[in-house]
């Protein structure tokens, strides 16, 4: 169970030298706007995934002023320690140095969710790839292989098809056909198992964050054109052939993965037309059936939610709060300091932001 027993941030945003110690359960943290609350989230999911949900810009991420940033972290039996320079980033676990961040997201799986990286119901086909793909990765360690490999192949045949060469397409082609099938096989077999995971109990839980769970509902698009069986590699690697024409025409290849999607619709109407309330809520009812799989997968990932009053009344925030709870999961959580919360308070431990100064109450 991935559980963060001591932190230290260092000259992350407006947090210039904090410690603390969390509950292994629930942690909430209370401040007024600006005080820090977000960029709290932001550096744990930092730790987790060597990258920002707001910003690729380092300069942002670092103190004014300063020069780098440090996060450090007691994860389980794991040291976990990130410095950032302009020049450099140091990983390492254990005194070991990371290569690559992958590493980082299996001792520290995080799942977050906040309206500033935006929510999955009616998200930018983008966002909704990174939250499903996340999910795929902690059930099905090779996806992460296959997507490198296939971004490389990808590459190369939009290389080749920008120069106009046909030589060693054929073989991009097969390449790509693969791994796409592989790729799509992994995600289907995910929603598939979530679907499954959406269990009379869970949608009885779940029922009074929103009355018709039931017909939430959403569907697997595969980035392939509909004539082509996206699961088989013949089928692929045929209409990529047959396309050879059109793909030199367009110089790039504006299907496969990279272009996959999801779908969401309640009660058959489709995710563009729920309101802005609904959208959040079945984002939740998503990221929370997403959350109880893994740890039916015994992975137990650490759940980040920012500003968790904001558009949600005291009955949701409660059921949400319960849920998580049975799963006995870590939280980090902020809010503004509204009075919905009733937290229990043998199993959490509540801080105070006062200008990026954290303090245990
Ligand atoms: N690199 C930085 N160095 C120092 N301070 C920064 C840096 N980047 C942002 N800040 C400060 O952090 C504060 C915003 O913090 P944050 O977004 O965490 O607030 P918040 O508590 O989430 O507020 P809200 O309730 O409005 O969402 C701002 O006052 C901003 O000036
Ligand atoms: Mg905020």
């Given at each position: 169970?991935?559980?963060?027993?001591?932190?230290?941030?260092?000259?992350?945003?407006?947090?210039?030298?904090?410690?603390?110690?969390?509950?292994?359960?629930?942690?909430?943290?209370?401040?007024?706007?600006?005080?820090?609350?977000?960029?709290?989230?932001?550096?744990?999911?930092?730790?987790?995934?060597?990258?920002?949900?707001?910003?690729?810009?380092?300069?942002?991420?670092?103190?004014?002023?300063?020069?780098?940033?440090?996060?450090?972290?007691?994860?389980?039996?794991?040291?976990?320690?990130?410095?950032?320079?302009?020049?450099?980033?140091?990983?390492?676990?254990?005194?070991?140095?990371?290569?690559?961040?992958?590493?980082?997201?299996?001792?520290?799986?995080?799942?977050?969710?906040?309206?500033?990286?935006?929510?999955?119901?009616?998200?930018?086909?983008?966002?909704?790839?990174?939250?499903?793909?996340?999910?795929?990765?902690?059930?099905?360690?090779?996806?992460?292989?296959?997507?490198?490999?296939?971004?490389?192949?990808?590459?190369?045949?939009?290389?080749?098809?920008?120069?106009?060469?046909?030589?060693?397409?054929?073989?991009?082609?097969?390449?790509?056909?693969?791994?796409?099938a592989?790729?799509?096989?992994?995600?289907?077999?995910?929603?598939?198992?979530?679907?499954?995971?959406?269990?009379?109990?869970?949608?009885?839980?779940?029922?009074?964050?929103?009355?018709?769970?039931?017909?939430?509902?959403?569907?697997?698009?595969?980035?392939w054109?509909?004539e082509v069986d996206a699961y088989s590699?013949d089928s692929i690697?045929?209409?990529?052939?047959?396309?050879?024409?059109?793909?030199?025409?367009?110089?790039?290849?504006?299907?496969?993965?990279?272009?996959?999607?999801?779908?969401?619709?309640?009660?058959?109407?489709?995710?563009?037309?729920?309101?802005?309330?609904?959208?959040?809520?079945?984002?939740?009812?998503?990221?929370?059936?997403?959350?109880?799989?893994?740890?039916?997968?015994?992975?137990?990932?650490?759940?980040?939610?920012?500003?968790?009053?904001?558009?949600?009344?005291?009955?949701?925030?409660?059921?949400?709060?319960?849920?998580?709870?049975?799963?006995?999961?870590?939280?980090?959580?902020?809010?503004?300091?509204?009075?919905?919360?009733?937290?229990?308070?043998?199993?959490?431990?509540?801080?105070?932001?006062?200008?990026?100064?954290?303090?245990?109450?």
């Open positions: 169970m991935a559980v963060i027993y001591k932190l230290a941030i260092t000259q992350f945003r407006n947090l210039n030298h904090q410690y603390i110690e969390p509950h292994k359960h629930l942690n909430l943290f209370i401040a007024n706007n600006a005080h820090g609350k977000t960029n709290f989230i932001e550096a744990i999911y930092y730790l987790g995934h060597n990258r920002s949900f707001k910003t690729k810009s380092l300069k942002e991420l670092i103190e004014f002023e300063q020069q780098k940033f440090q996060l450090d972290a007691q994860v389980d039996d794991y040291r976990i320690k990130l410095e950032k320079t302009k020049q450099k980033t140091s990983i390492s676990i254990n005194q070991n140095r990371l290569k690559n961040s992958s590493e980082l997201s299996k001792v520290l799986p995080i799942q977050i969710i906040t309206p500033d990286k935006g929510f999955i119901v009616n998200g930018t086909p983008k966002n909704k790839r990174s939250y499903l793909d996340w999910g795929v990765f902690h059930v099905k360690p090779d996806f992460l292989s296959d997507f490198k490999k296939y971004n490389k192949a990808l590459k190369n045949i939009n290389i080749l098809l920008s120069q106009h060469k046909d030589q060693e397409l054929d073989y991009w082609f097969l390449q790509i056909a693969q791994l796409s592989a790729i799509n096989q992994s995600r289907q077999d995910y929603l598939e198992q979530l679907k499954q995971t959406n269990s009379p109990e869970l949608i009885n839980d779940l029922s009074v964050l929103f009355k018709s769970v039931e017909s939430f509902n959403y569907e697997f698009k595969s980035g054109p509909k590699v690697y045929q209409y990529l052939l047959k396309s050879k024409g059109f793909l030199f025409k367009s110089k790039y290849l504006n299907y496969g993965p990279h272009k996959a999607n999801l779908k969401f619709y309640l009660n058959d109407q489709e995710e563009c037309f729920l309101s802005r309330g609904e959208q959040k809520t079945l984002s939740i009812v998503f990221w929370l059936t997403q959350v109880s799989m893994l740890v039916d997968n015994n992975i137990q990932p650490i759940v980040l939610i920012d500003d968790i009053s904001s558009e949600l009344d005291a009955t949701k925030i409660q059921t949400i709060l319960c849920f998580l709870k049975r799963l006995k999961i870590q939280i980090f959580m902020t809010d503004i300091g509204s009075n919905l919360l009733k937290i229990d308070v043998d199993n959490s431990r509540i801080f105070k932001i006062d200008h990026g100064v954290i303090t245990q109450q």
